[in-house]
């Protein structure tokens, strides 16, 4: 009984502890899932005198993915990216965060481009509207122009595989 | 060792050292001044971002933090004042935005109710098994009767005593 009670405390501190590891204090929920897109309308980053509105995008699934060049993680995701866009499951719309448009044309050139569109939002104007605090992030977006999935850092084979693809063949369904 | 390194190139060195060690704070100065244009807004901006968390360096507010996002953020909410919005409209358009982690006050619901009751609820558990330990000890530590032997001996010792006051 002596040992017994600090042990059991121990025990229940170290569940607690390793369940503080687990969490990803990083990665806040966002409120705007389930809730409809903000609307945007951009110039895109390939051709500055198009203006791309998010609108055009109704009715059909997509993907938003917030890049920049200077971004050291989408150098990560940027493969997968690639590969995905090439399947040609999900059209990929690429908003290129506060970004120089010379660095950014130069940064597609050099790892390939995936988007479809790329539009530009060099004063992170469009981001704040979609709650990005941190770069890269990935939304889904369903025909409805509801966003369903908002993926916080880089695009990984198990959030591909486990969440974003499964939900997509669900929303395109 | 220390007199070693002092020789005379050492000594030149610290000097330099010392000498950009006092200036450093004229150049801080130099990049922190031309932000207020407007005191009433910024005053009123830093009184907002005080109470709003930077979601980037999550433990700094928005009005401390030097991240890019949190000057992007404070731009918004500066020109959200410029435009004339009440307080309480910018902090919704936030919470819209970033959910209720960038408030550092969060609001009483069911999702926080842990969050607001749970120190006081820590508190009360506490404070009961602090009330049943001690219960508990004083039964265990409960002078035990004396004898009809010992009691003689004490009322003799108490005597005793009270003849030597006396």
Known sequence: MRFLLPLAAFIVLVGFLAVGLGLKPREIPSPLVGKPAPVFQSPRLHEPDQILSSKDNLGKVWLLNVWASWCVSCREEHPLLVELSKSGIVPIYGLNYKDKPELALQWLGQYGDPYTVSVVDPEGRIGIDYGVYGVPETYVIDKNGVIRHKQIGPVTIESLENKILPLIKELQG | ?166
């Not at chain 2, 435009?83 to 982690?101: H, N, P, S, T, W």
């Open chain 2, 1 to 166: 060792m220390i007199p070693d390194l002092l020789n005379t190139r050492g000594r030149k060195q610290i000097t330099l050292l010392l000498i950009l060690a006092l200036m450093s704070p004229l150049s801080w100065a130099k990049e922190a001044a031309p932000v207020a244009e407007d005191p009433v807004i910024e005053k009123r901006m830093l009184a907002l971002s005080e109470d709003l968390r930077c979601l980037v360096c999550q433990n700094e507010s928005l009005a401390g933090s030097r991240a890019d996002f949190a000057n992007d953020l404070r731009r918004e909410i500066r020109e959200q004042i410029k435009e004339g919005k009440k307080d309480q409209e910018i902090i919704d358009f936030l919470v819209e935005r970033y959910g209720d982690f960038v408030l550092y006050n969060p609001p009483i619901k069911p999702t926080t109710y842990l969050l607001w009751i749970g120190p006081f609820a820590f508190l009360l558990i506490g404070a009961g098994i602090l009330f049943f330990y001690l219960k508990m000890r004083r039964r265990q530590i409960e002078e035990p009767p004396l004898t009809a032997d010992q009691h003689r001996h004490a009322e003799s010792l108490l005597k005793e005593d009270k003849g030597n006051n006396a």
